[in-house]
């Protein structure tokens, strides 16, 4: 409650400001109402990955990859493309400090939650970095975003249960297989879960092959069910 009074303060004495142009931000976001409308918008998308669908296709459809091999996650949602100038907001937040970025990506993905009637977790679990990578980068973008998106939703984060054990070779690069091959056994539930009904966050979806690996610890762990919730996804 304290943090979000503080929020509230600090937007009323300092108005937001969007970080793209420059003019007033909109809904106490740091986006002006123009900059946001041209985000790539994630419309259009398979419920089980958010791979974009083609026009026409009937809402709510599940892809054909998702039918043939479902992944272990129940839903996947993901407002926006991986597309500029989302590439550079992802980046900023991830690479270069930005944590006002990963706060507005975090609040942008609430709004959606929201518009979109999501399930409400009990349990927001940010995918976690390596503890080399931790050292280097300073902080955890996806942990960043949980935070942002815990204060506007009032699900608790829990950035501790699930650990990275294992360093993995970026997967940029990668095709769909070596991804996969690349991310196993690289993740590990460090305690008894408590919650039955969690979601993973993670700031960009490209195969979901990283997700897929956190949820399938999870599930052994004891989860009922596990959502995936990520800012962006490559088309």
């Known amino acids: 409650m304290f943090r979000l009074l503080l929020d509230r303060a600090i937007s009323r004495l300092l108005p937001p400001t969007c970080v793209l142009c420059g003019a007033t931000g909109t809904a106490g976001l740091d986006l002006c109402a123009g900059c946001l ?32 091999h479902p992944p272990p996650y129940a839903t996947c949602h993901v407002p926006f493309l991986y597309l500029d100038p989302m590439t550079a907001l992802v980046r900023g937040a991830k690479f270069h400090g930005r944590l006002n970025l990963t706060r507005l990506l975090g609040l942008c993905l609430a709004r959606h939650l929201h518009e979109r009637g999501a399930d409400r977790p009990e349990l927001i679990i940010p995918v976690p970095l390596h503890p080399r990578r931790m050292r280097e980068r300073g902080y955890n973008q996806a942990l960043e975003m949980a935070l942002a998106l815990s204060r506007e939703l009032a699900i608790p984060v829990d950035p501790s249960i699930c ?22 056994g690289a993740f590990a539930i460090g305690r008894p879960l408590a919650a039955h009904r969690v979601a993973i966050l993670d700031d960009v979806v490209t195969t979901g092959s990283t997700a897929a690996e956190v949820a399938r610890v999870l599930h052994q762990a004891g989860a009922e069910r596990v959502d995936l919730w990520a800012v962006a996804r490559t088309p």
């Not at 650990?163 to 196993?184: F, H, K, S, W």
């Open 37 to 68: 409308a041209d985000l790539p918008h994630n419309r259009q998308a398979c419920p089980r990955c958010a791979l974009p669908m083609p026009p026409g296709q009937e809402a709510g459809s599940v892809c054909g990859p998702c039918q043939r």
């Open 163 to 184: 650990a990275r054990v294992r360093a993995i070779t970026p997967q940029e690069g990668l095709d769909r297989e070596e991804r996969r091959r690349n991310v196993r």
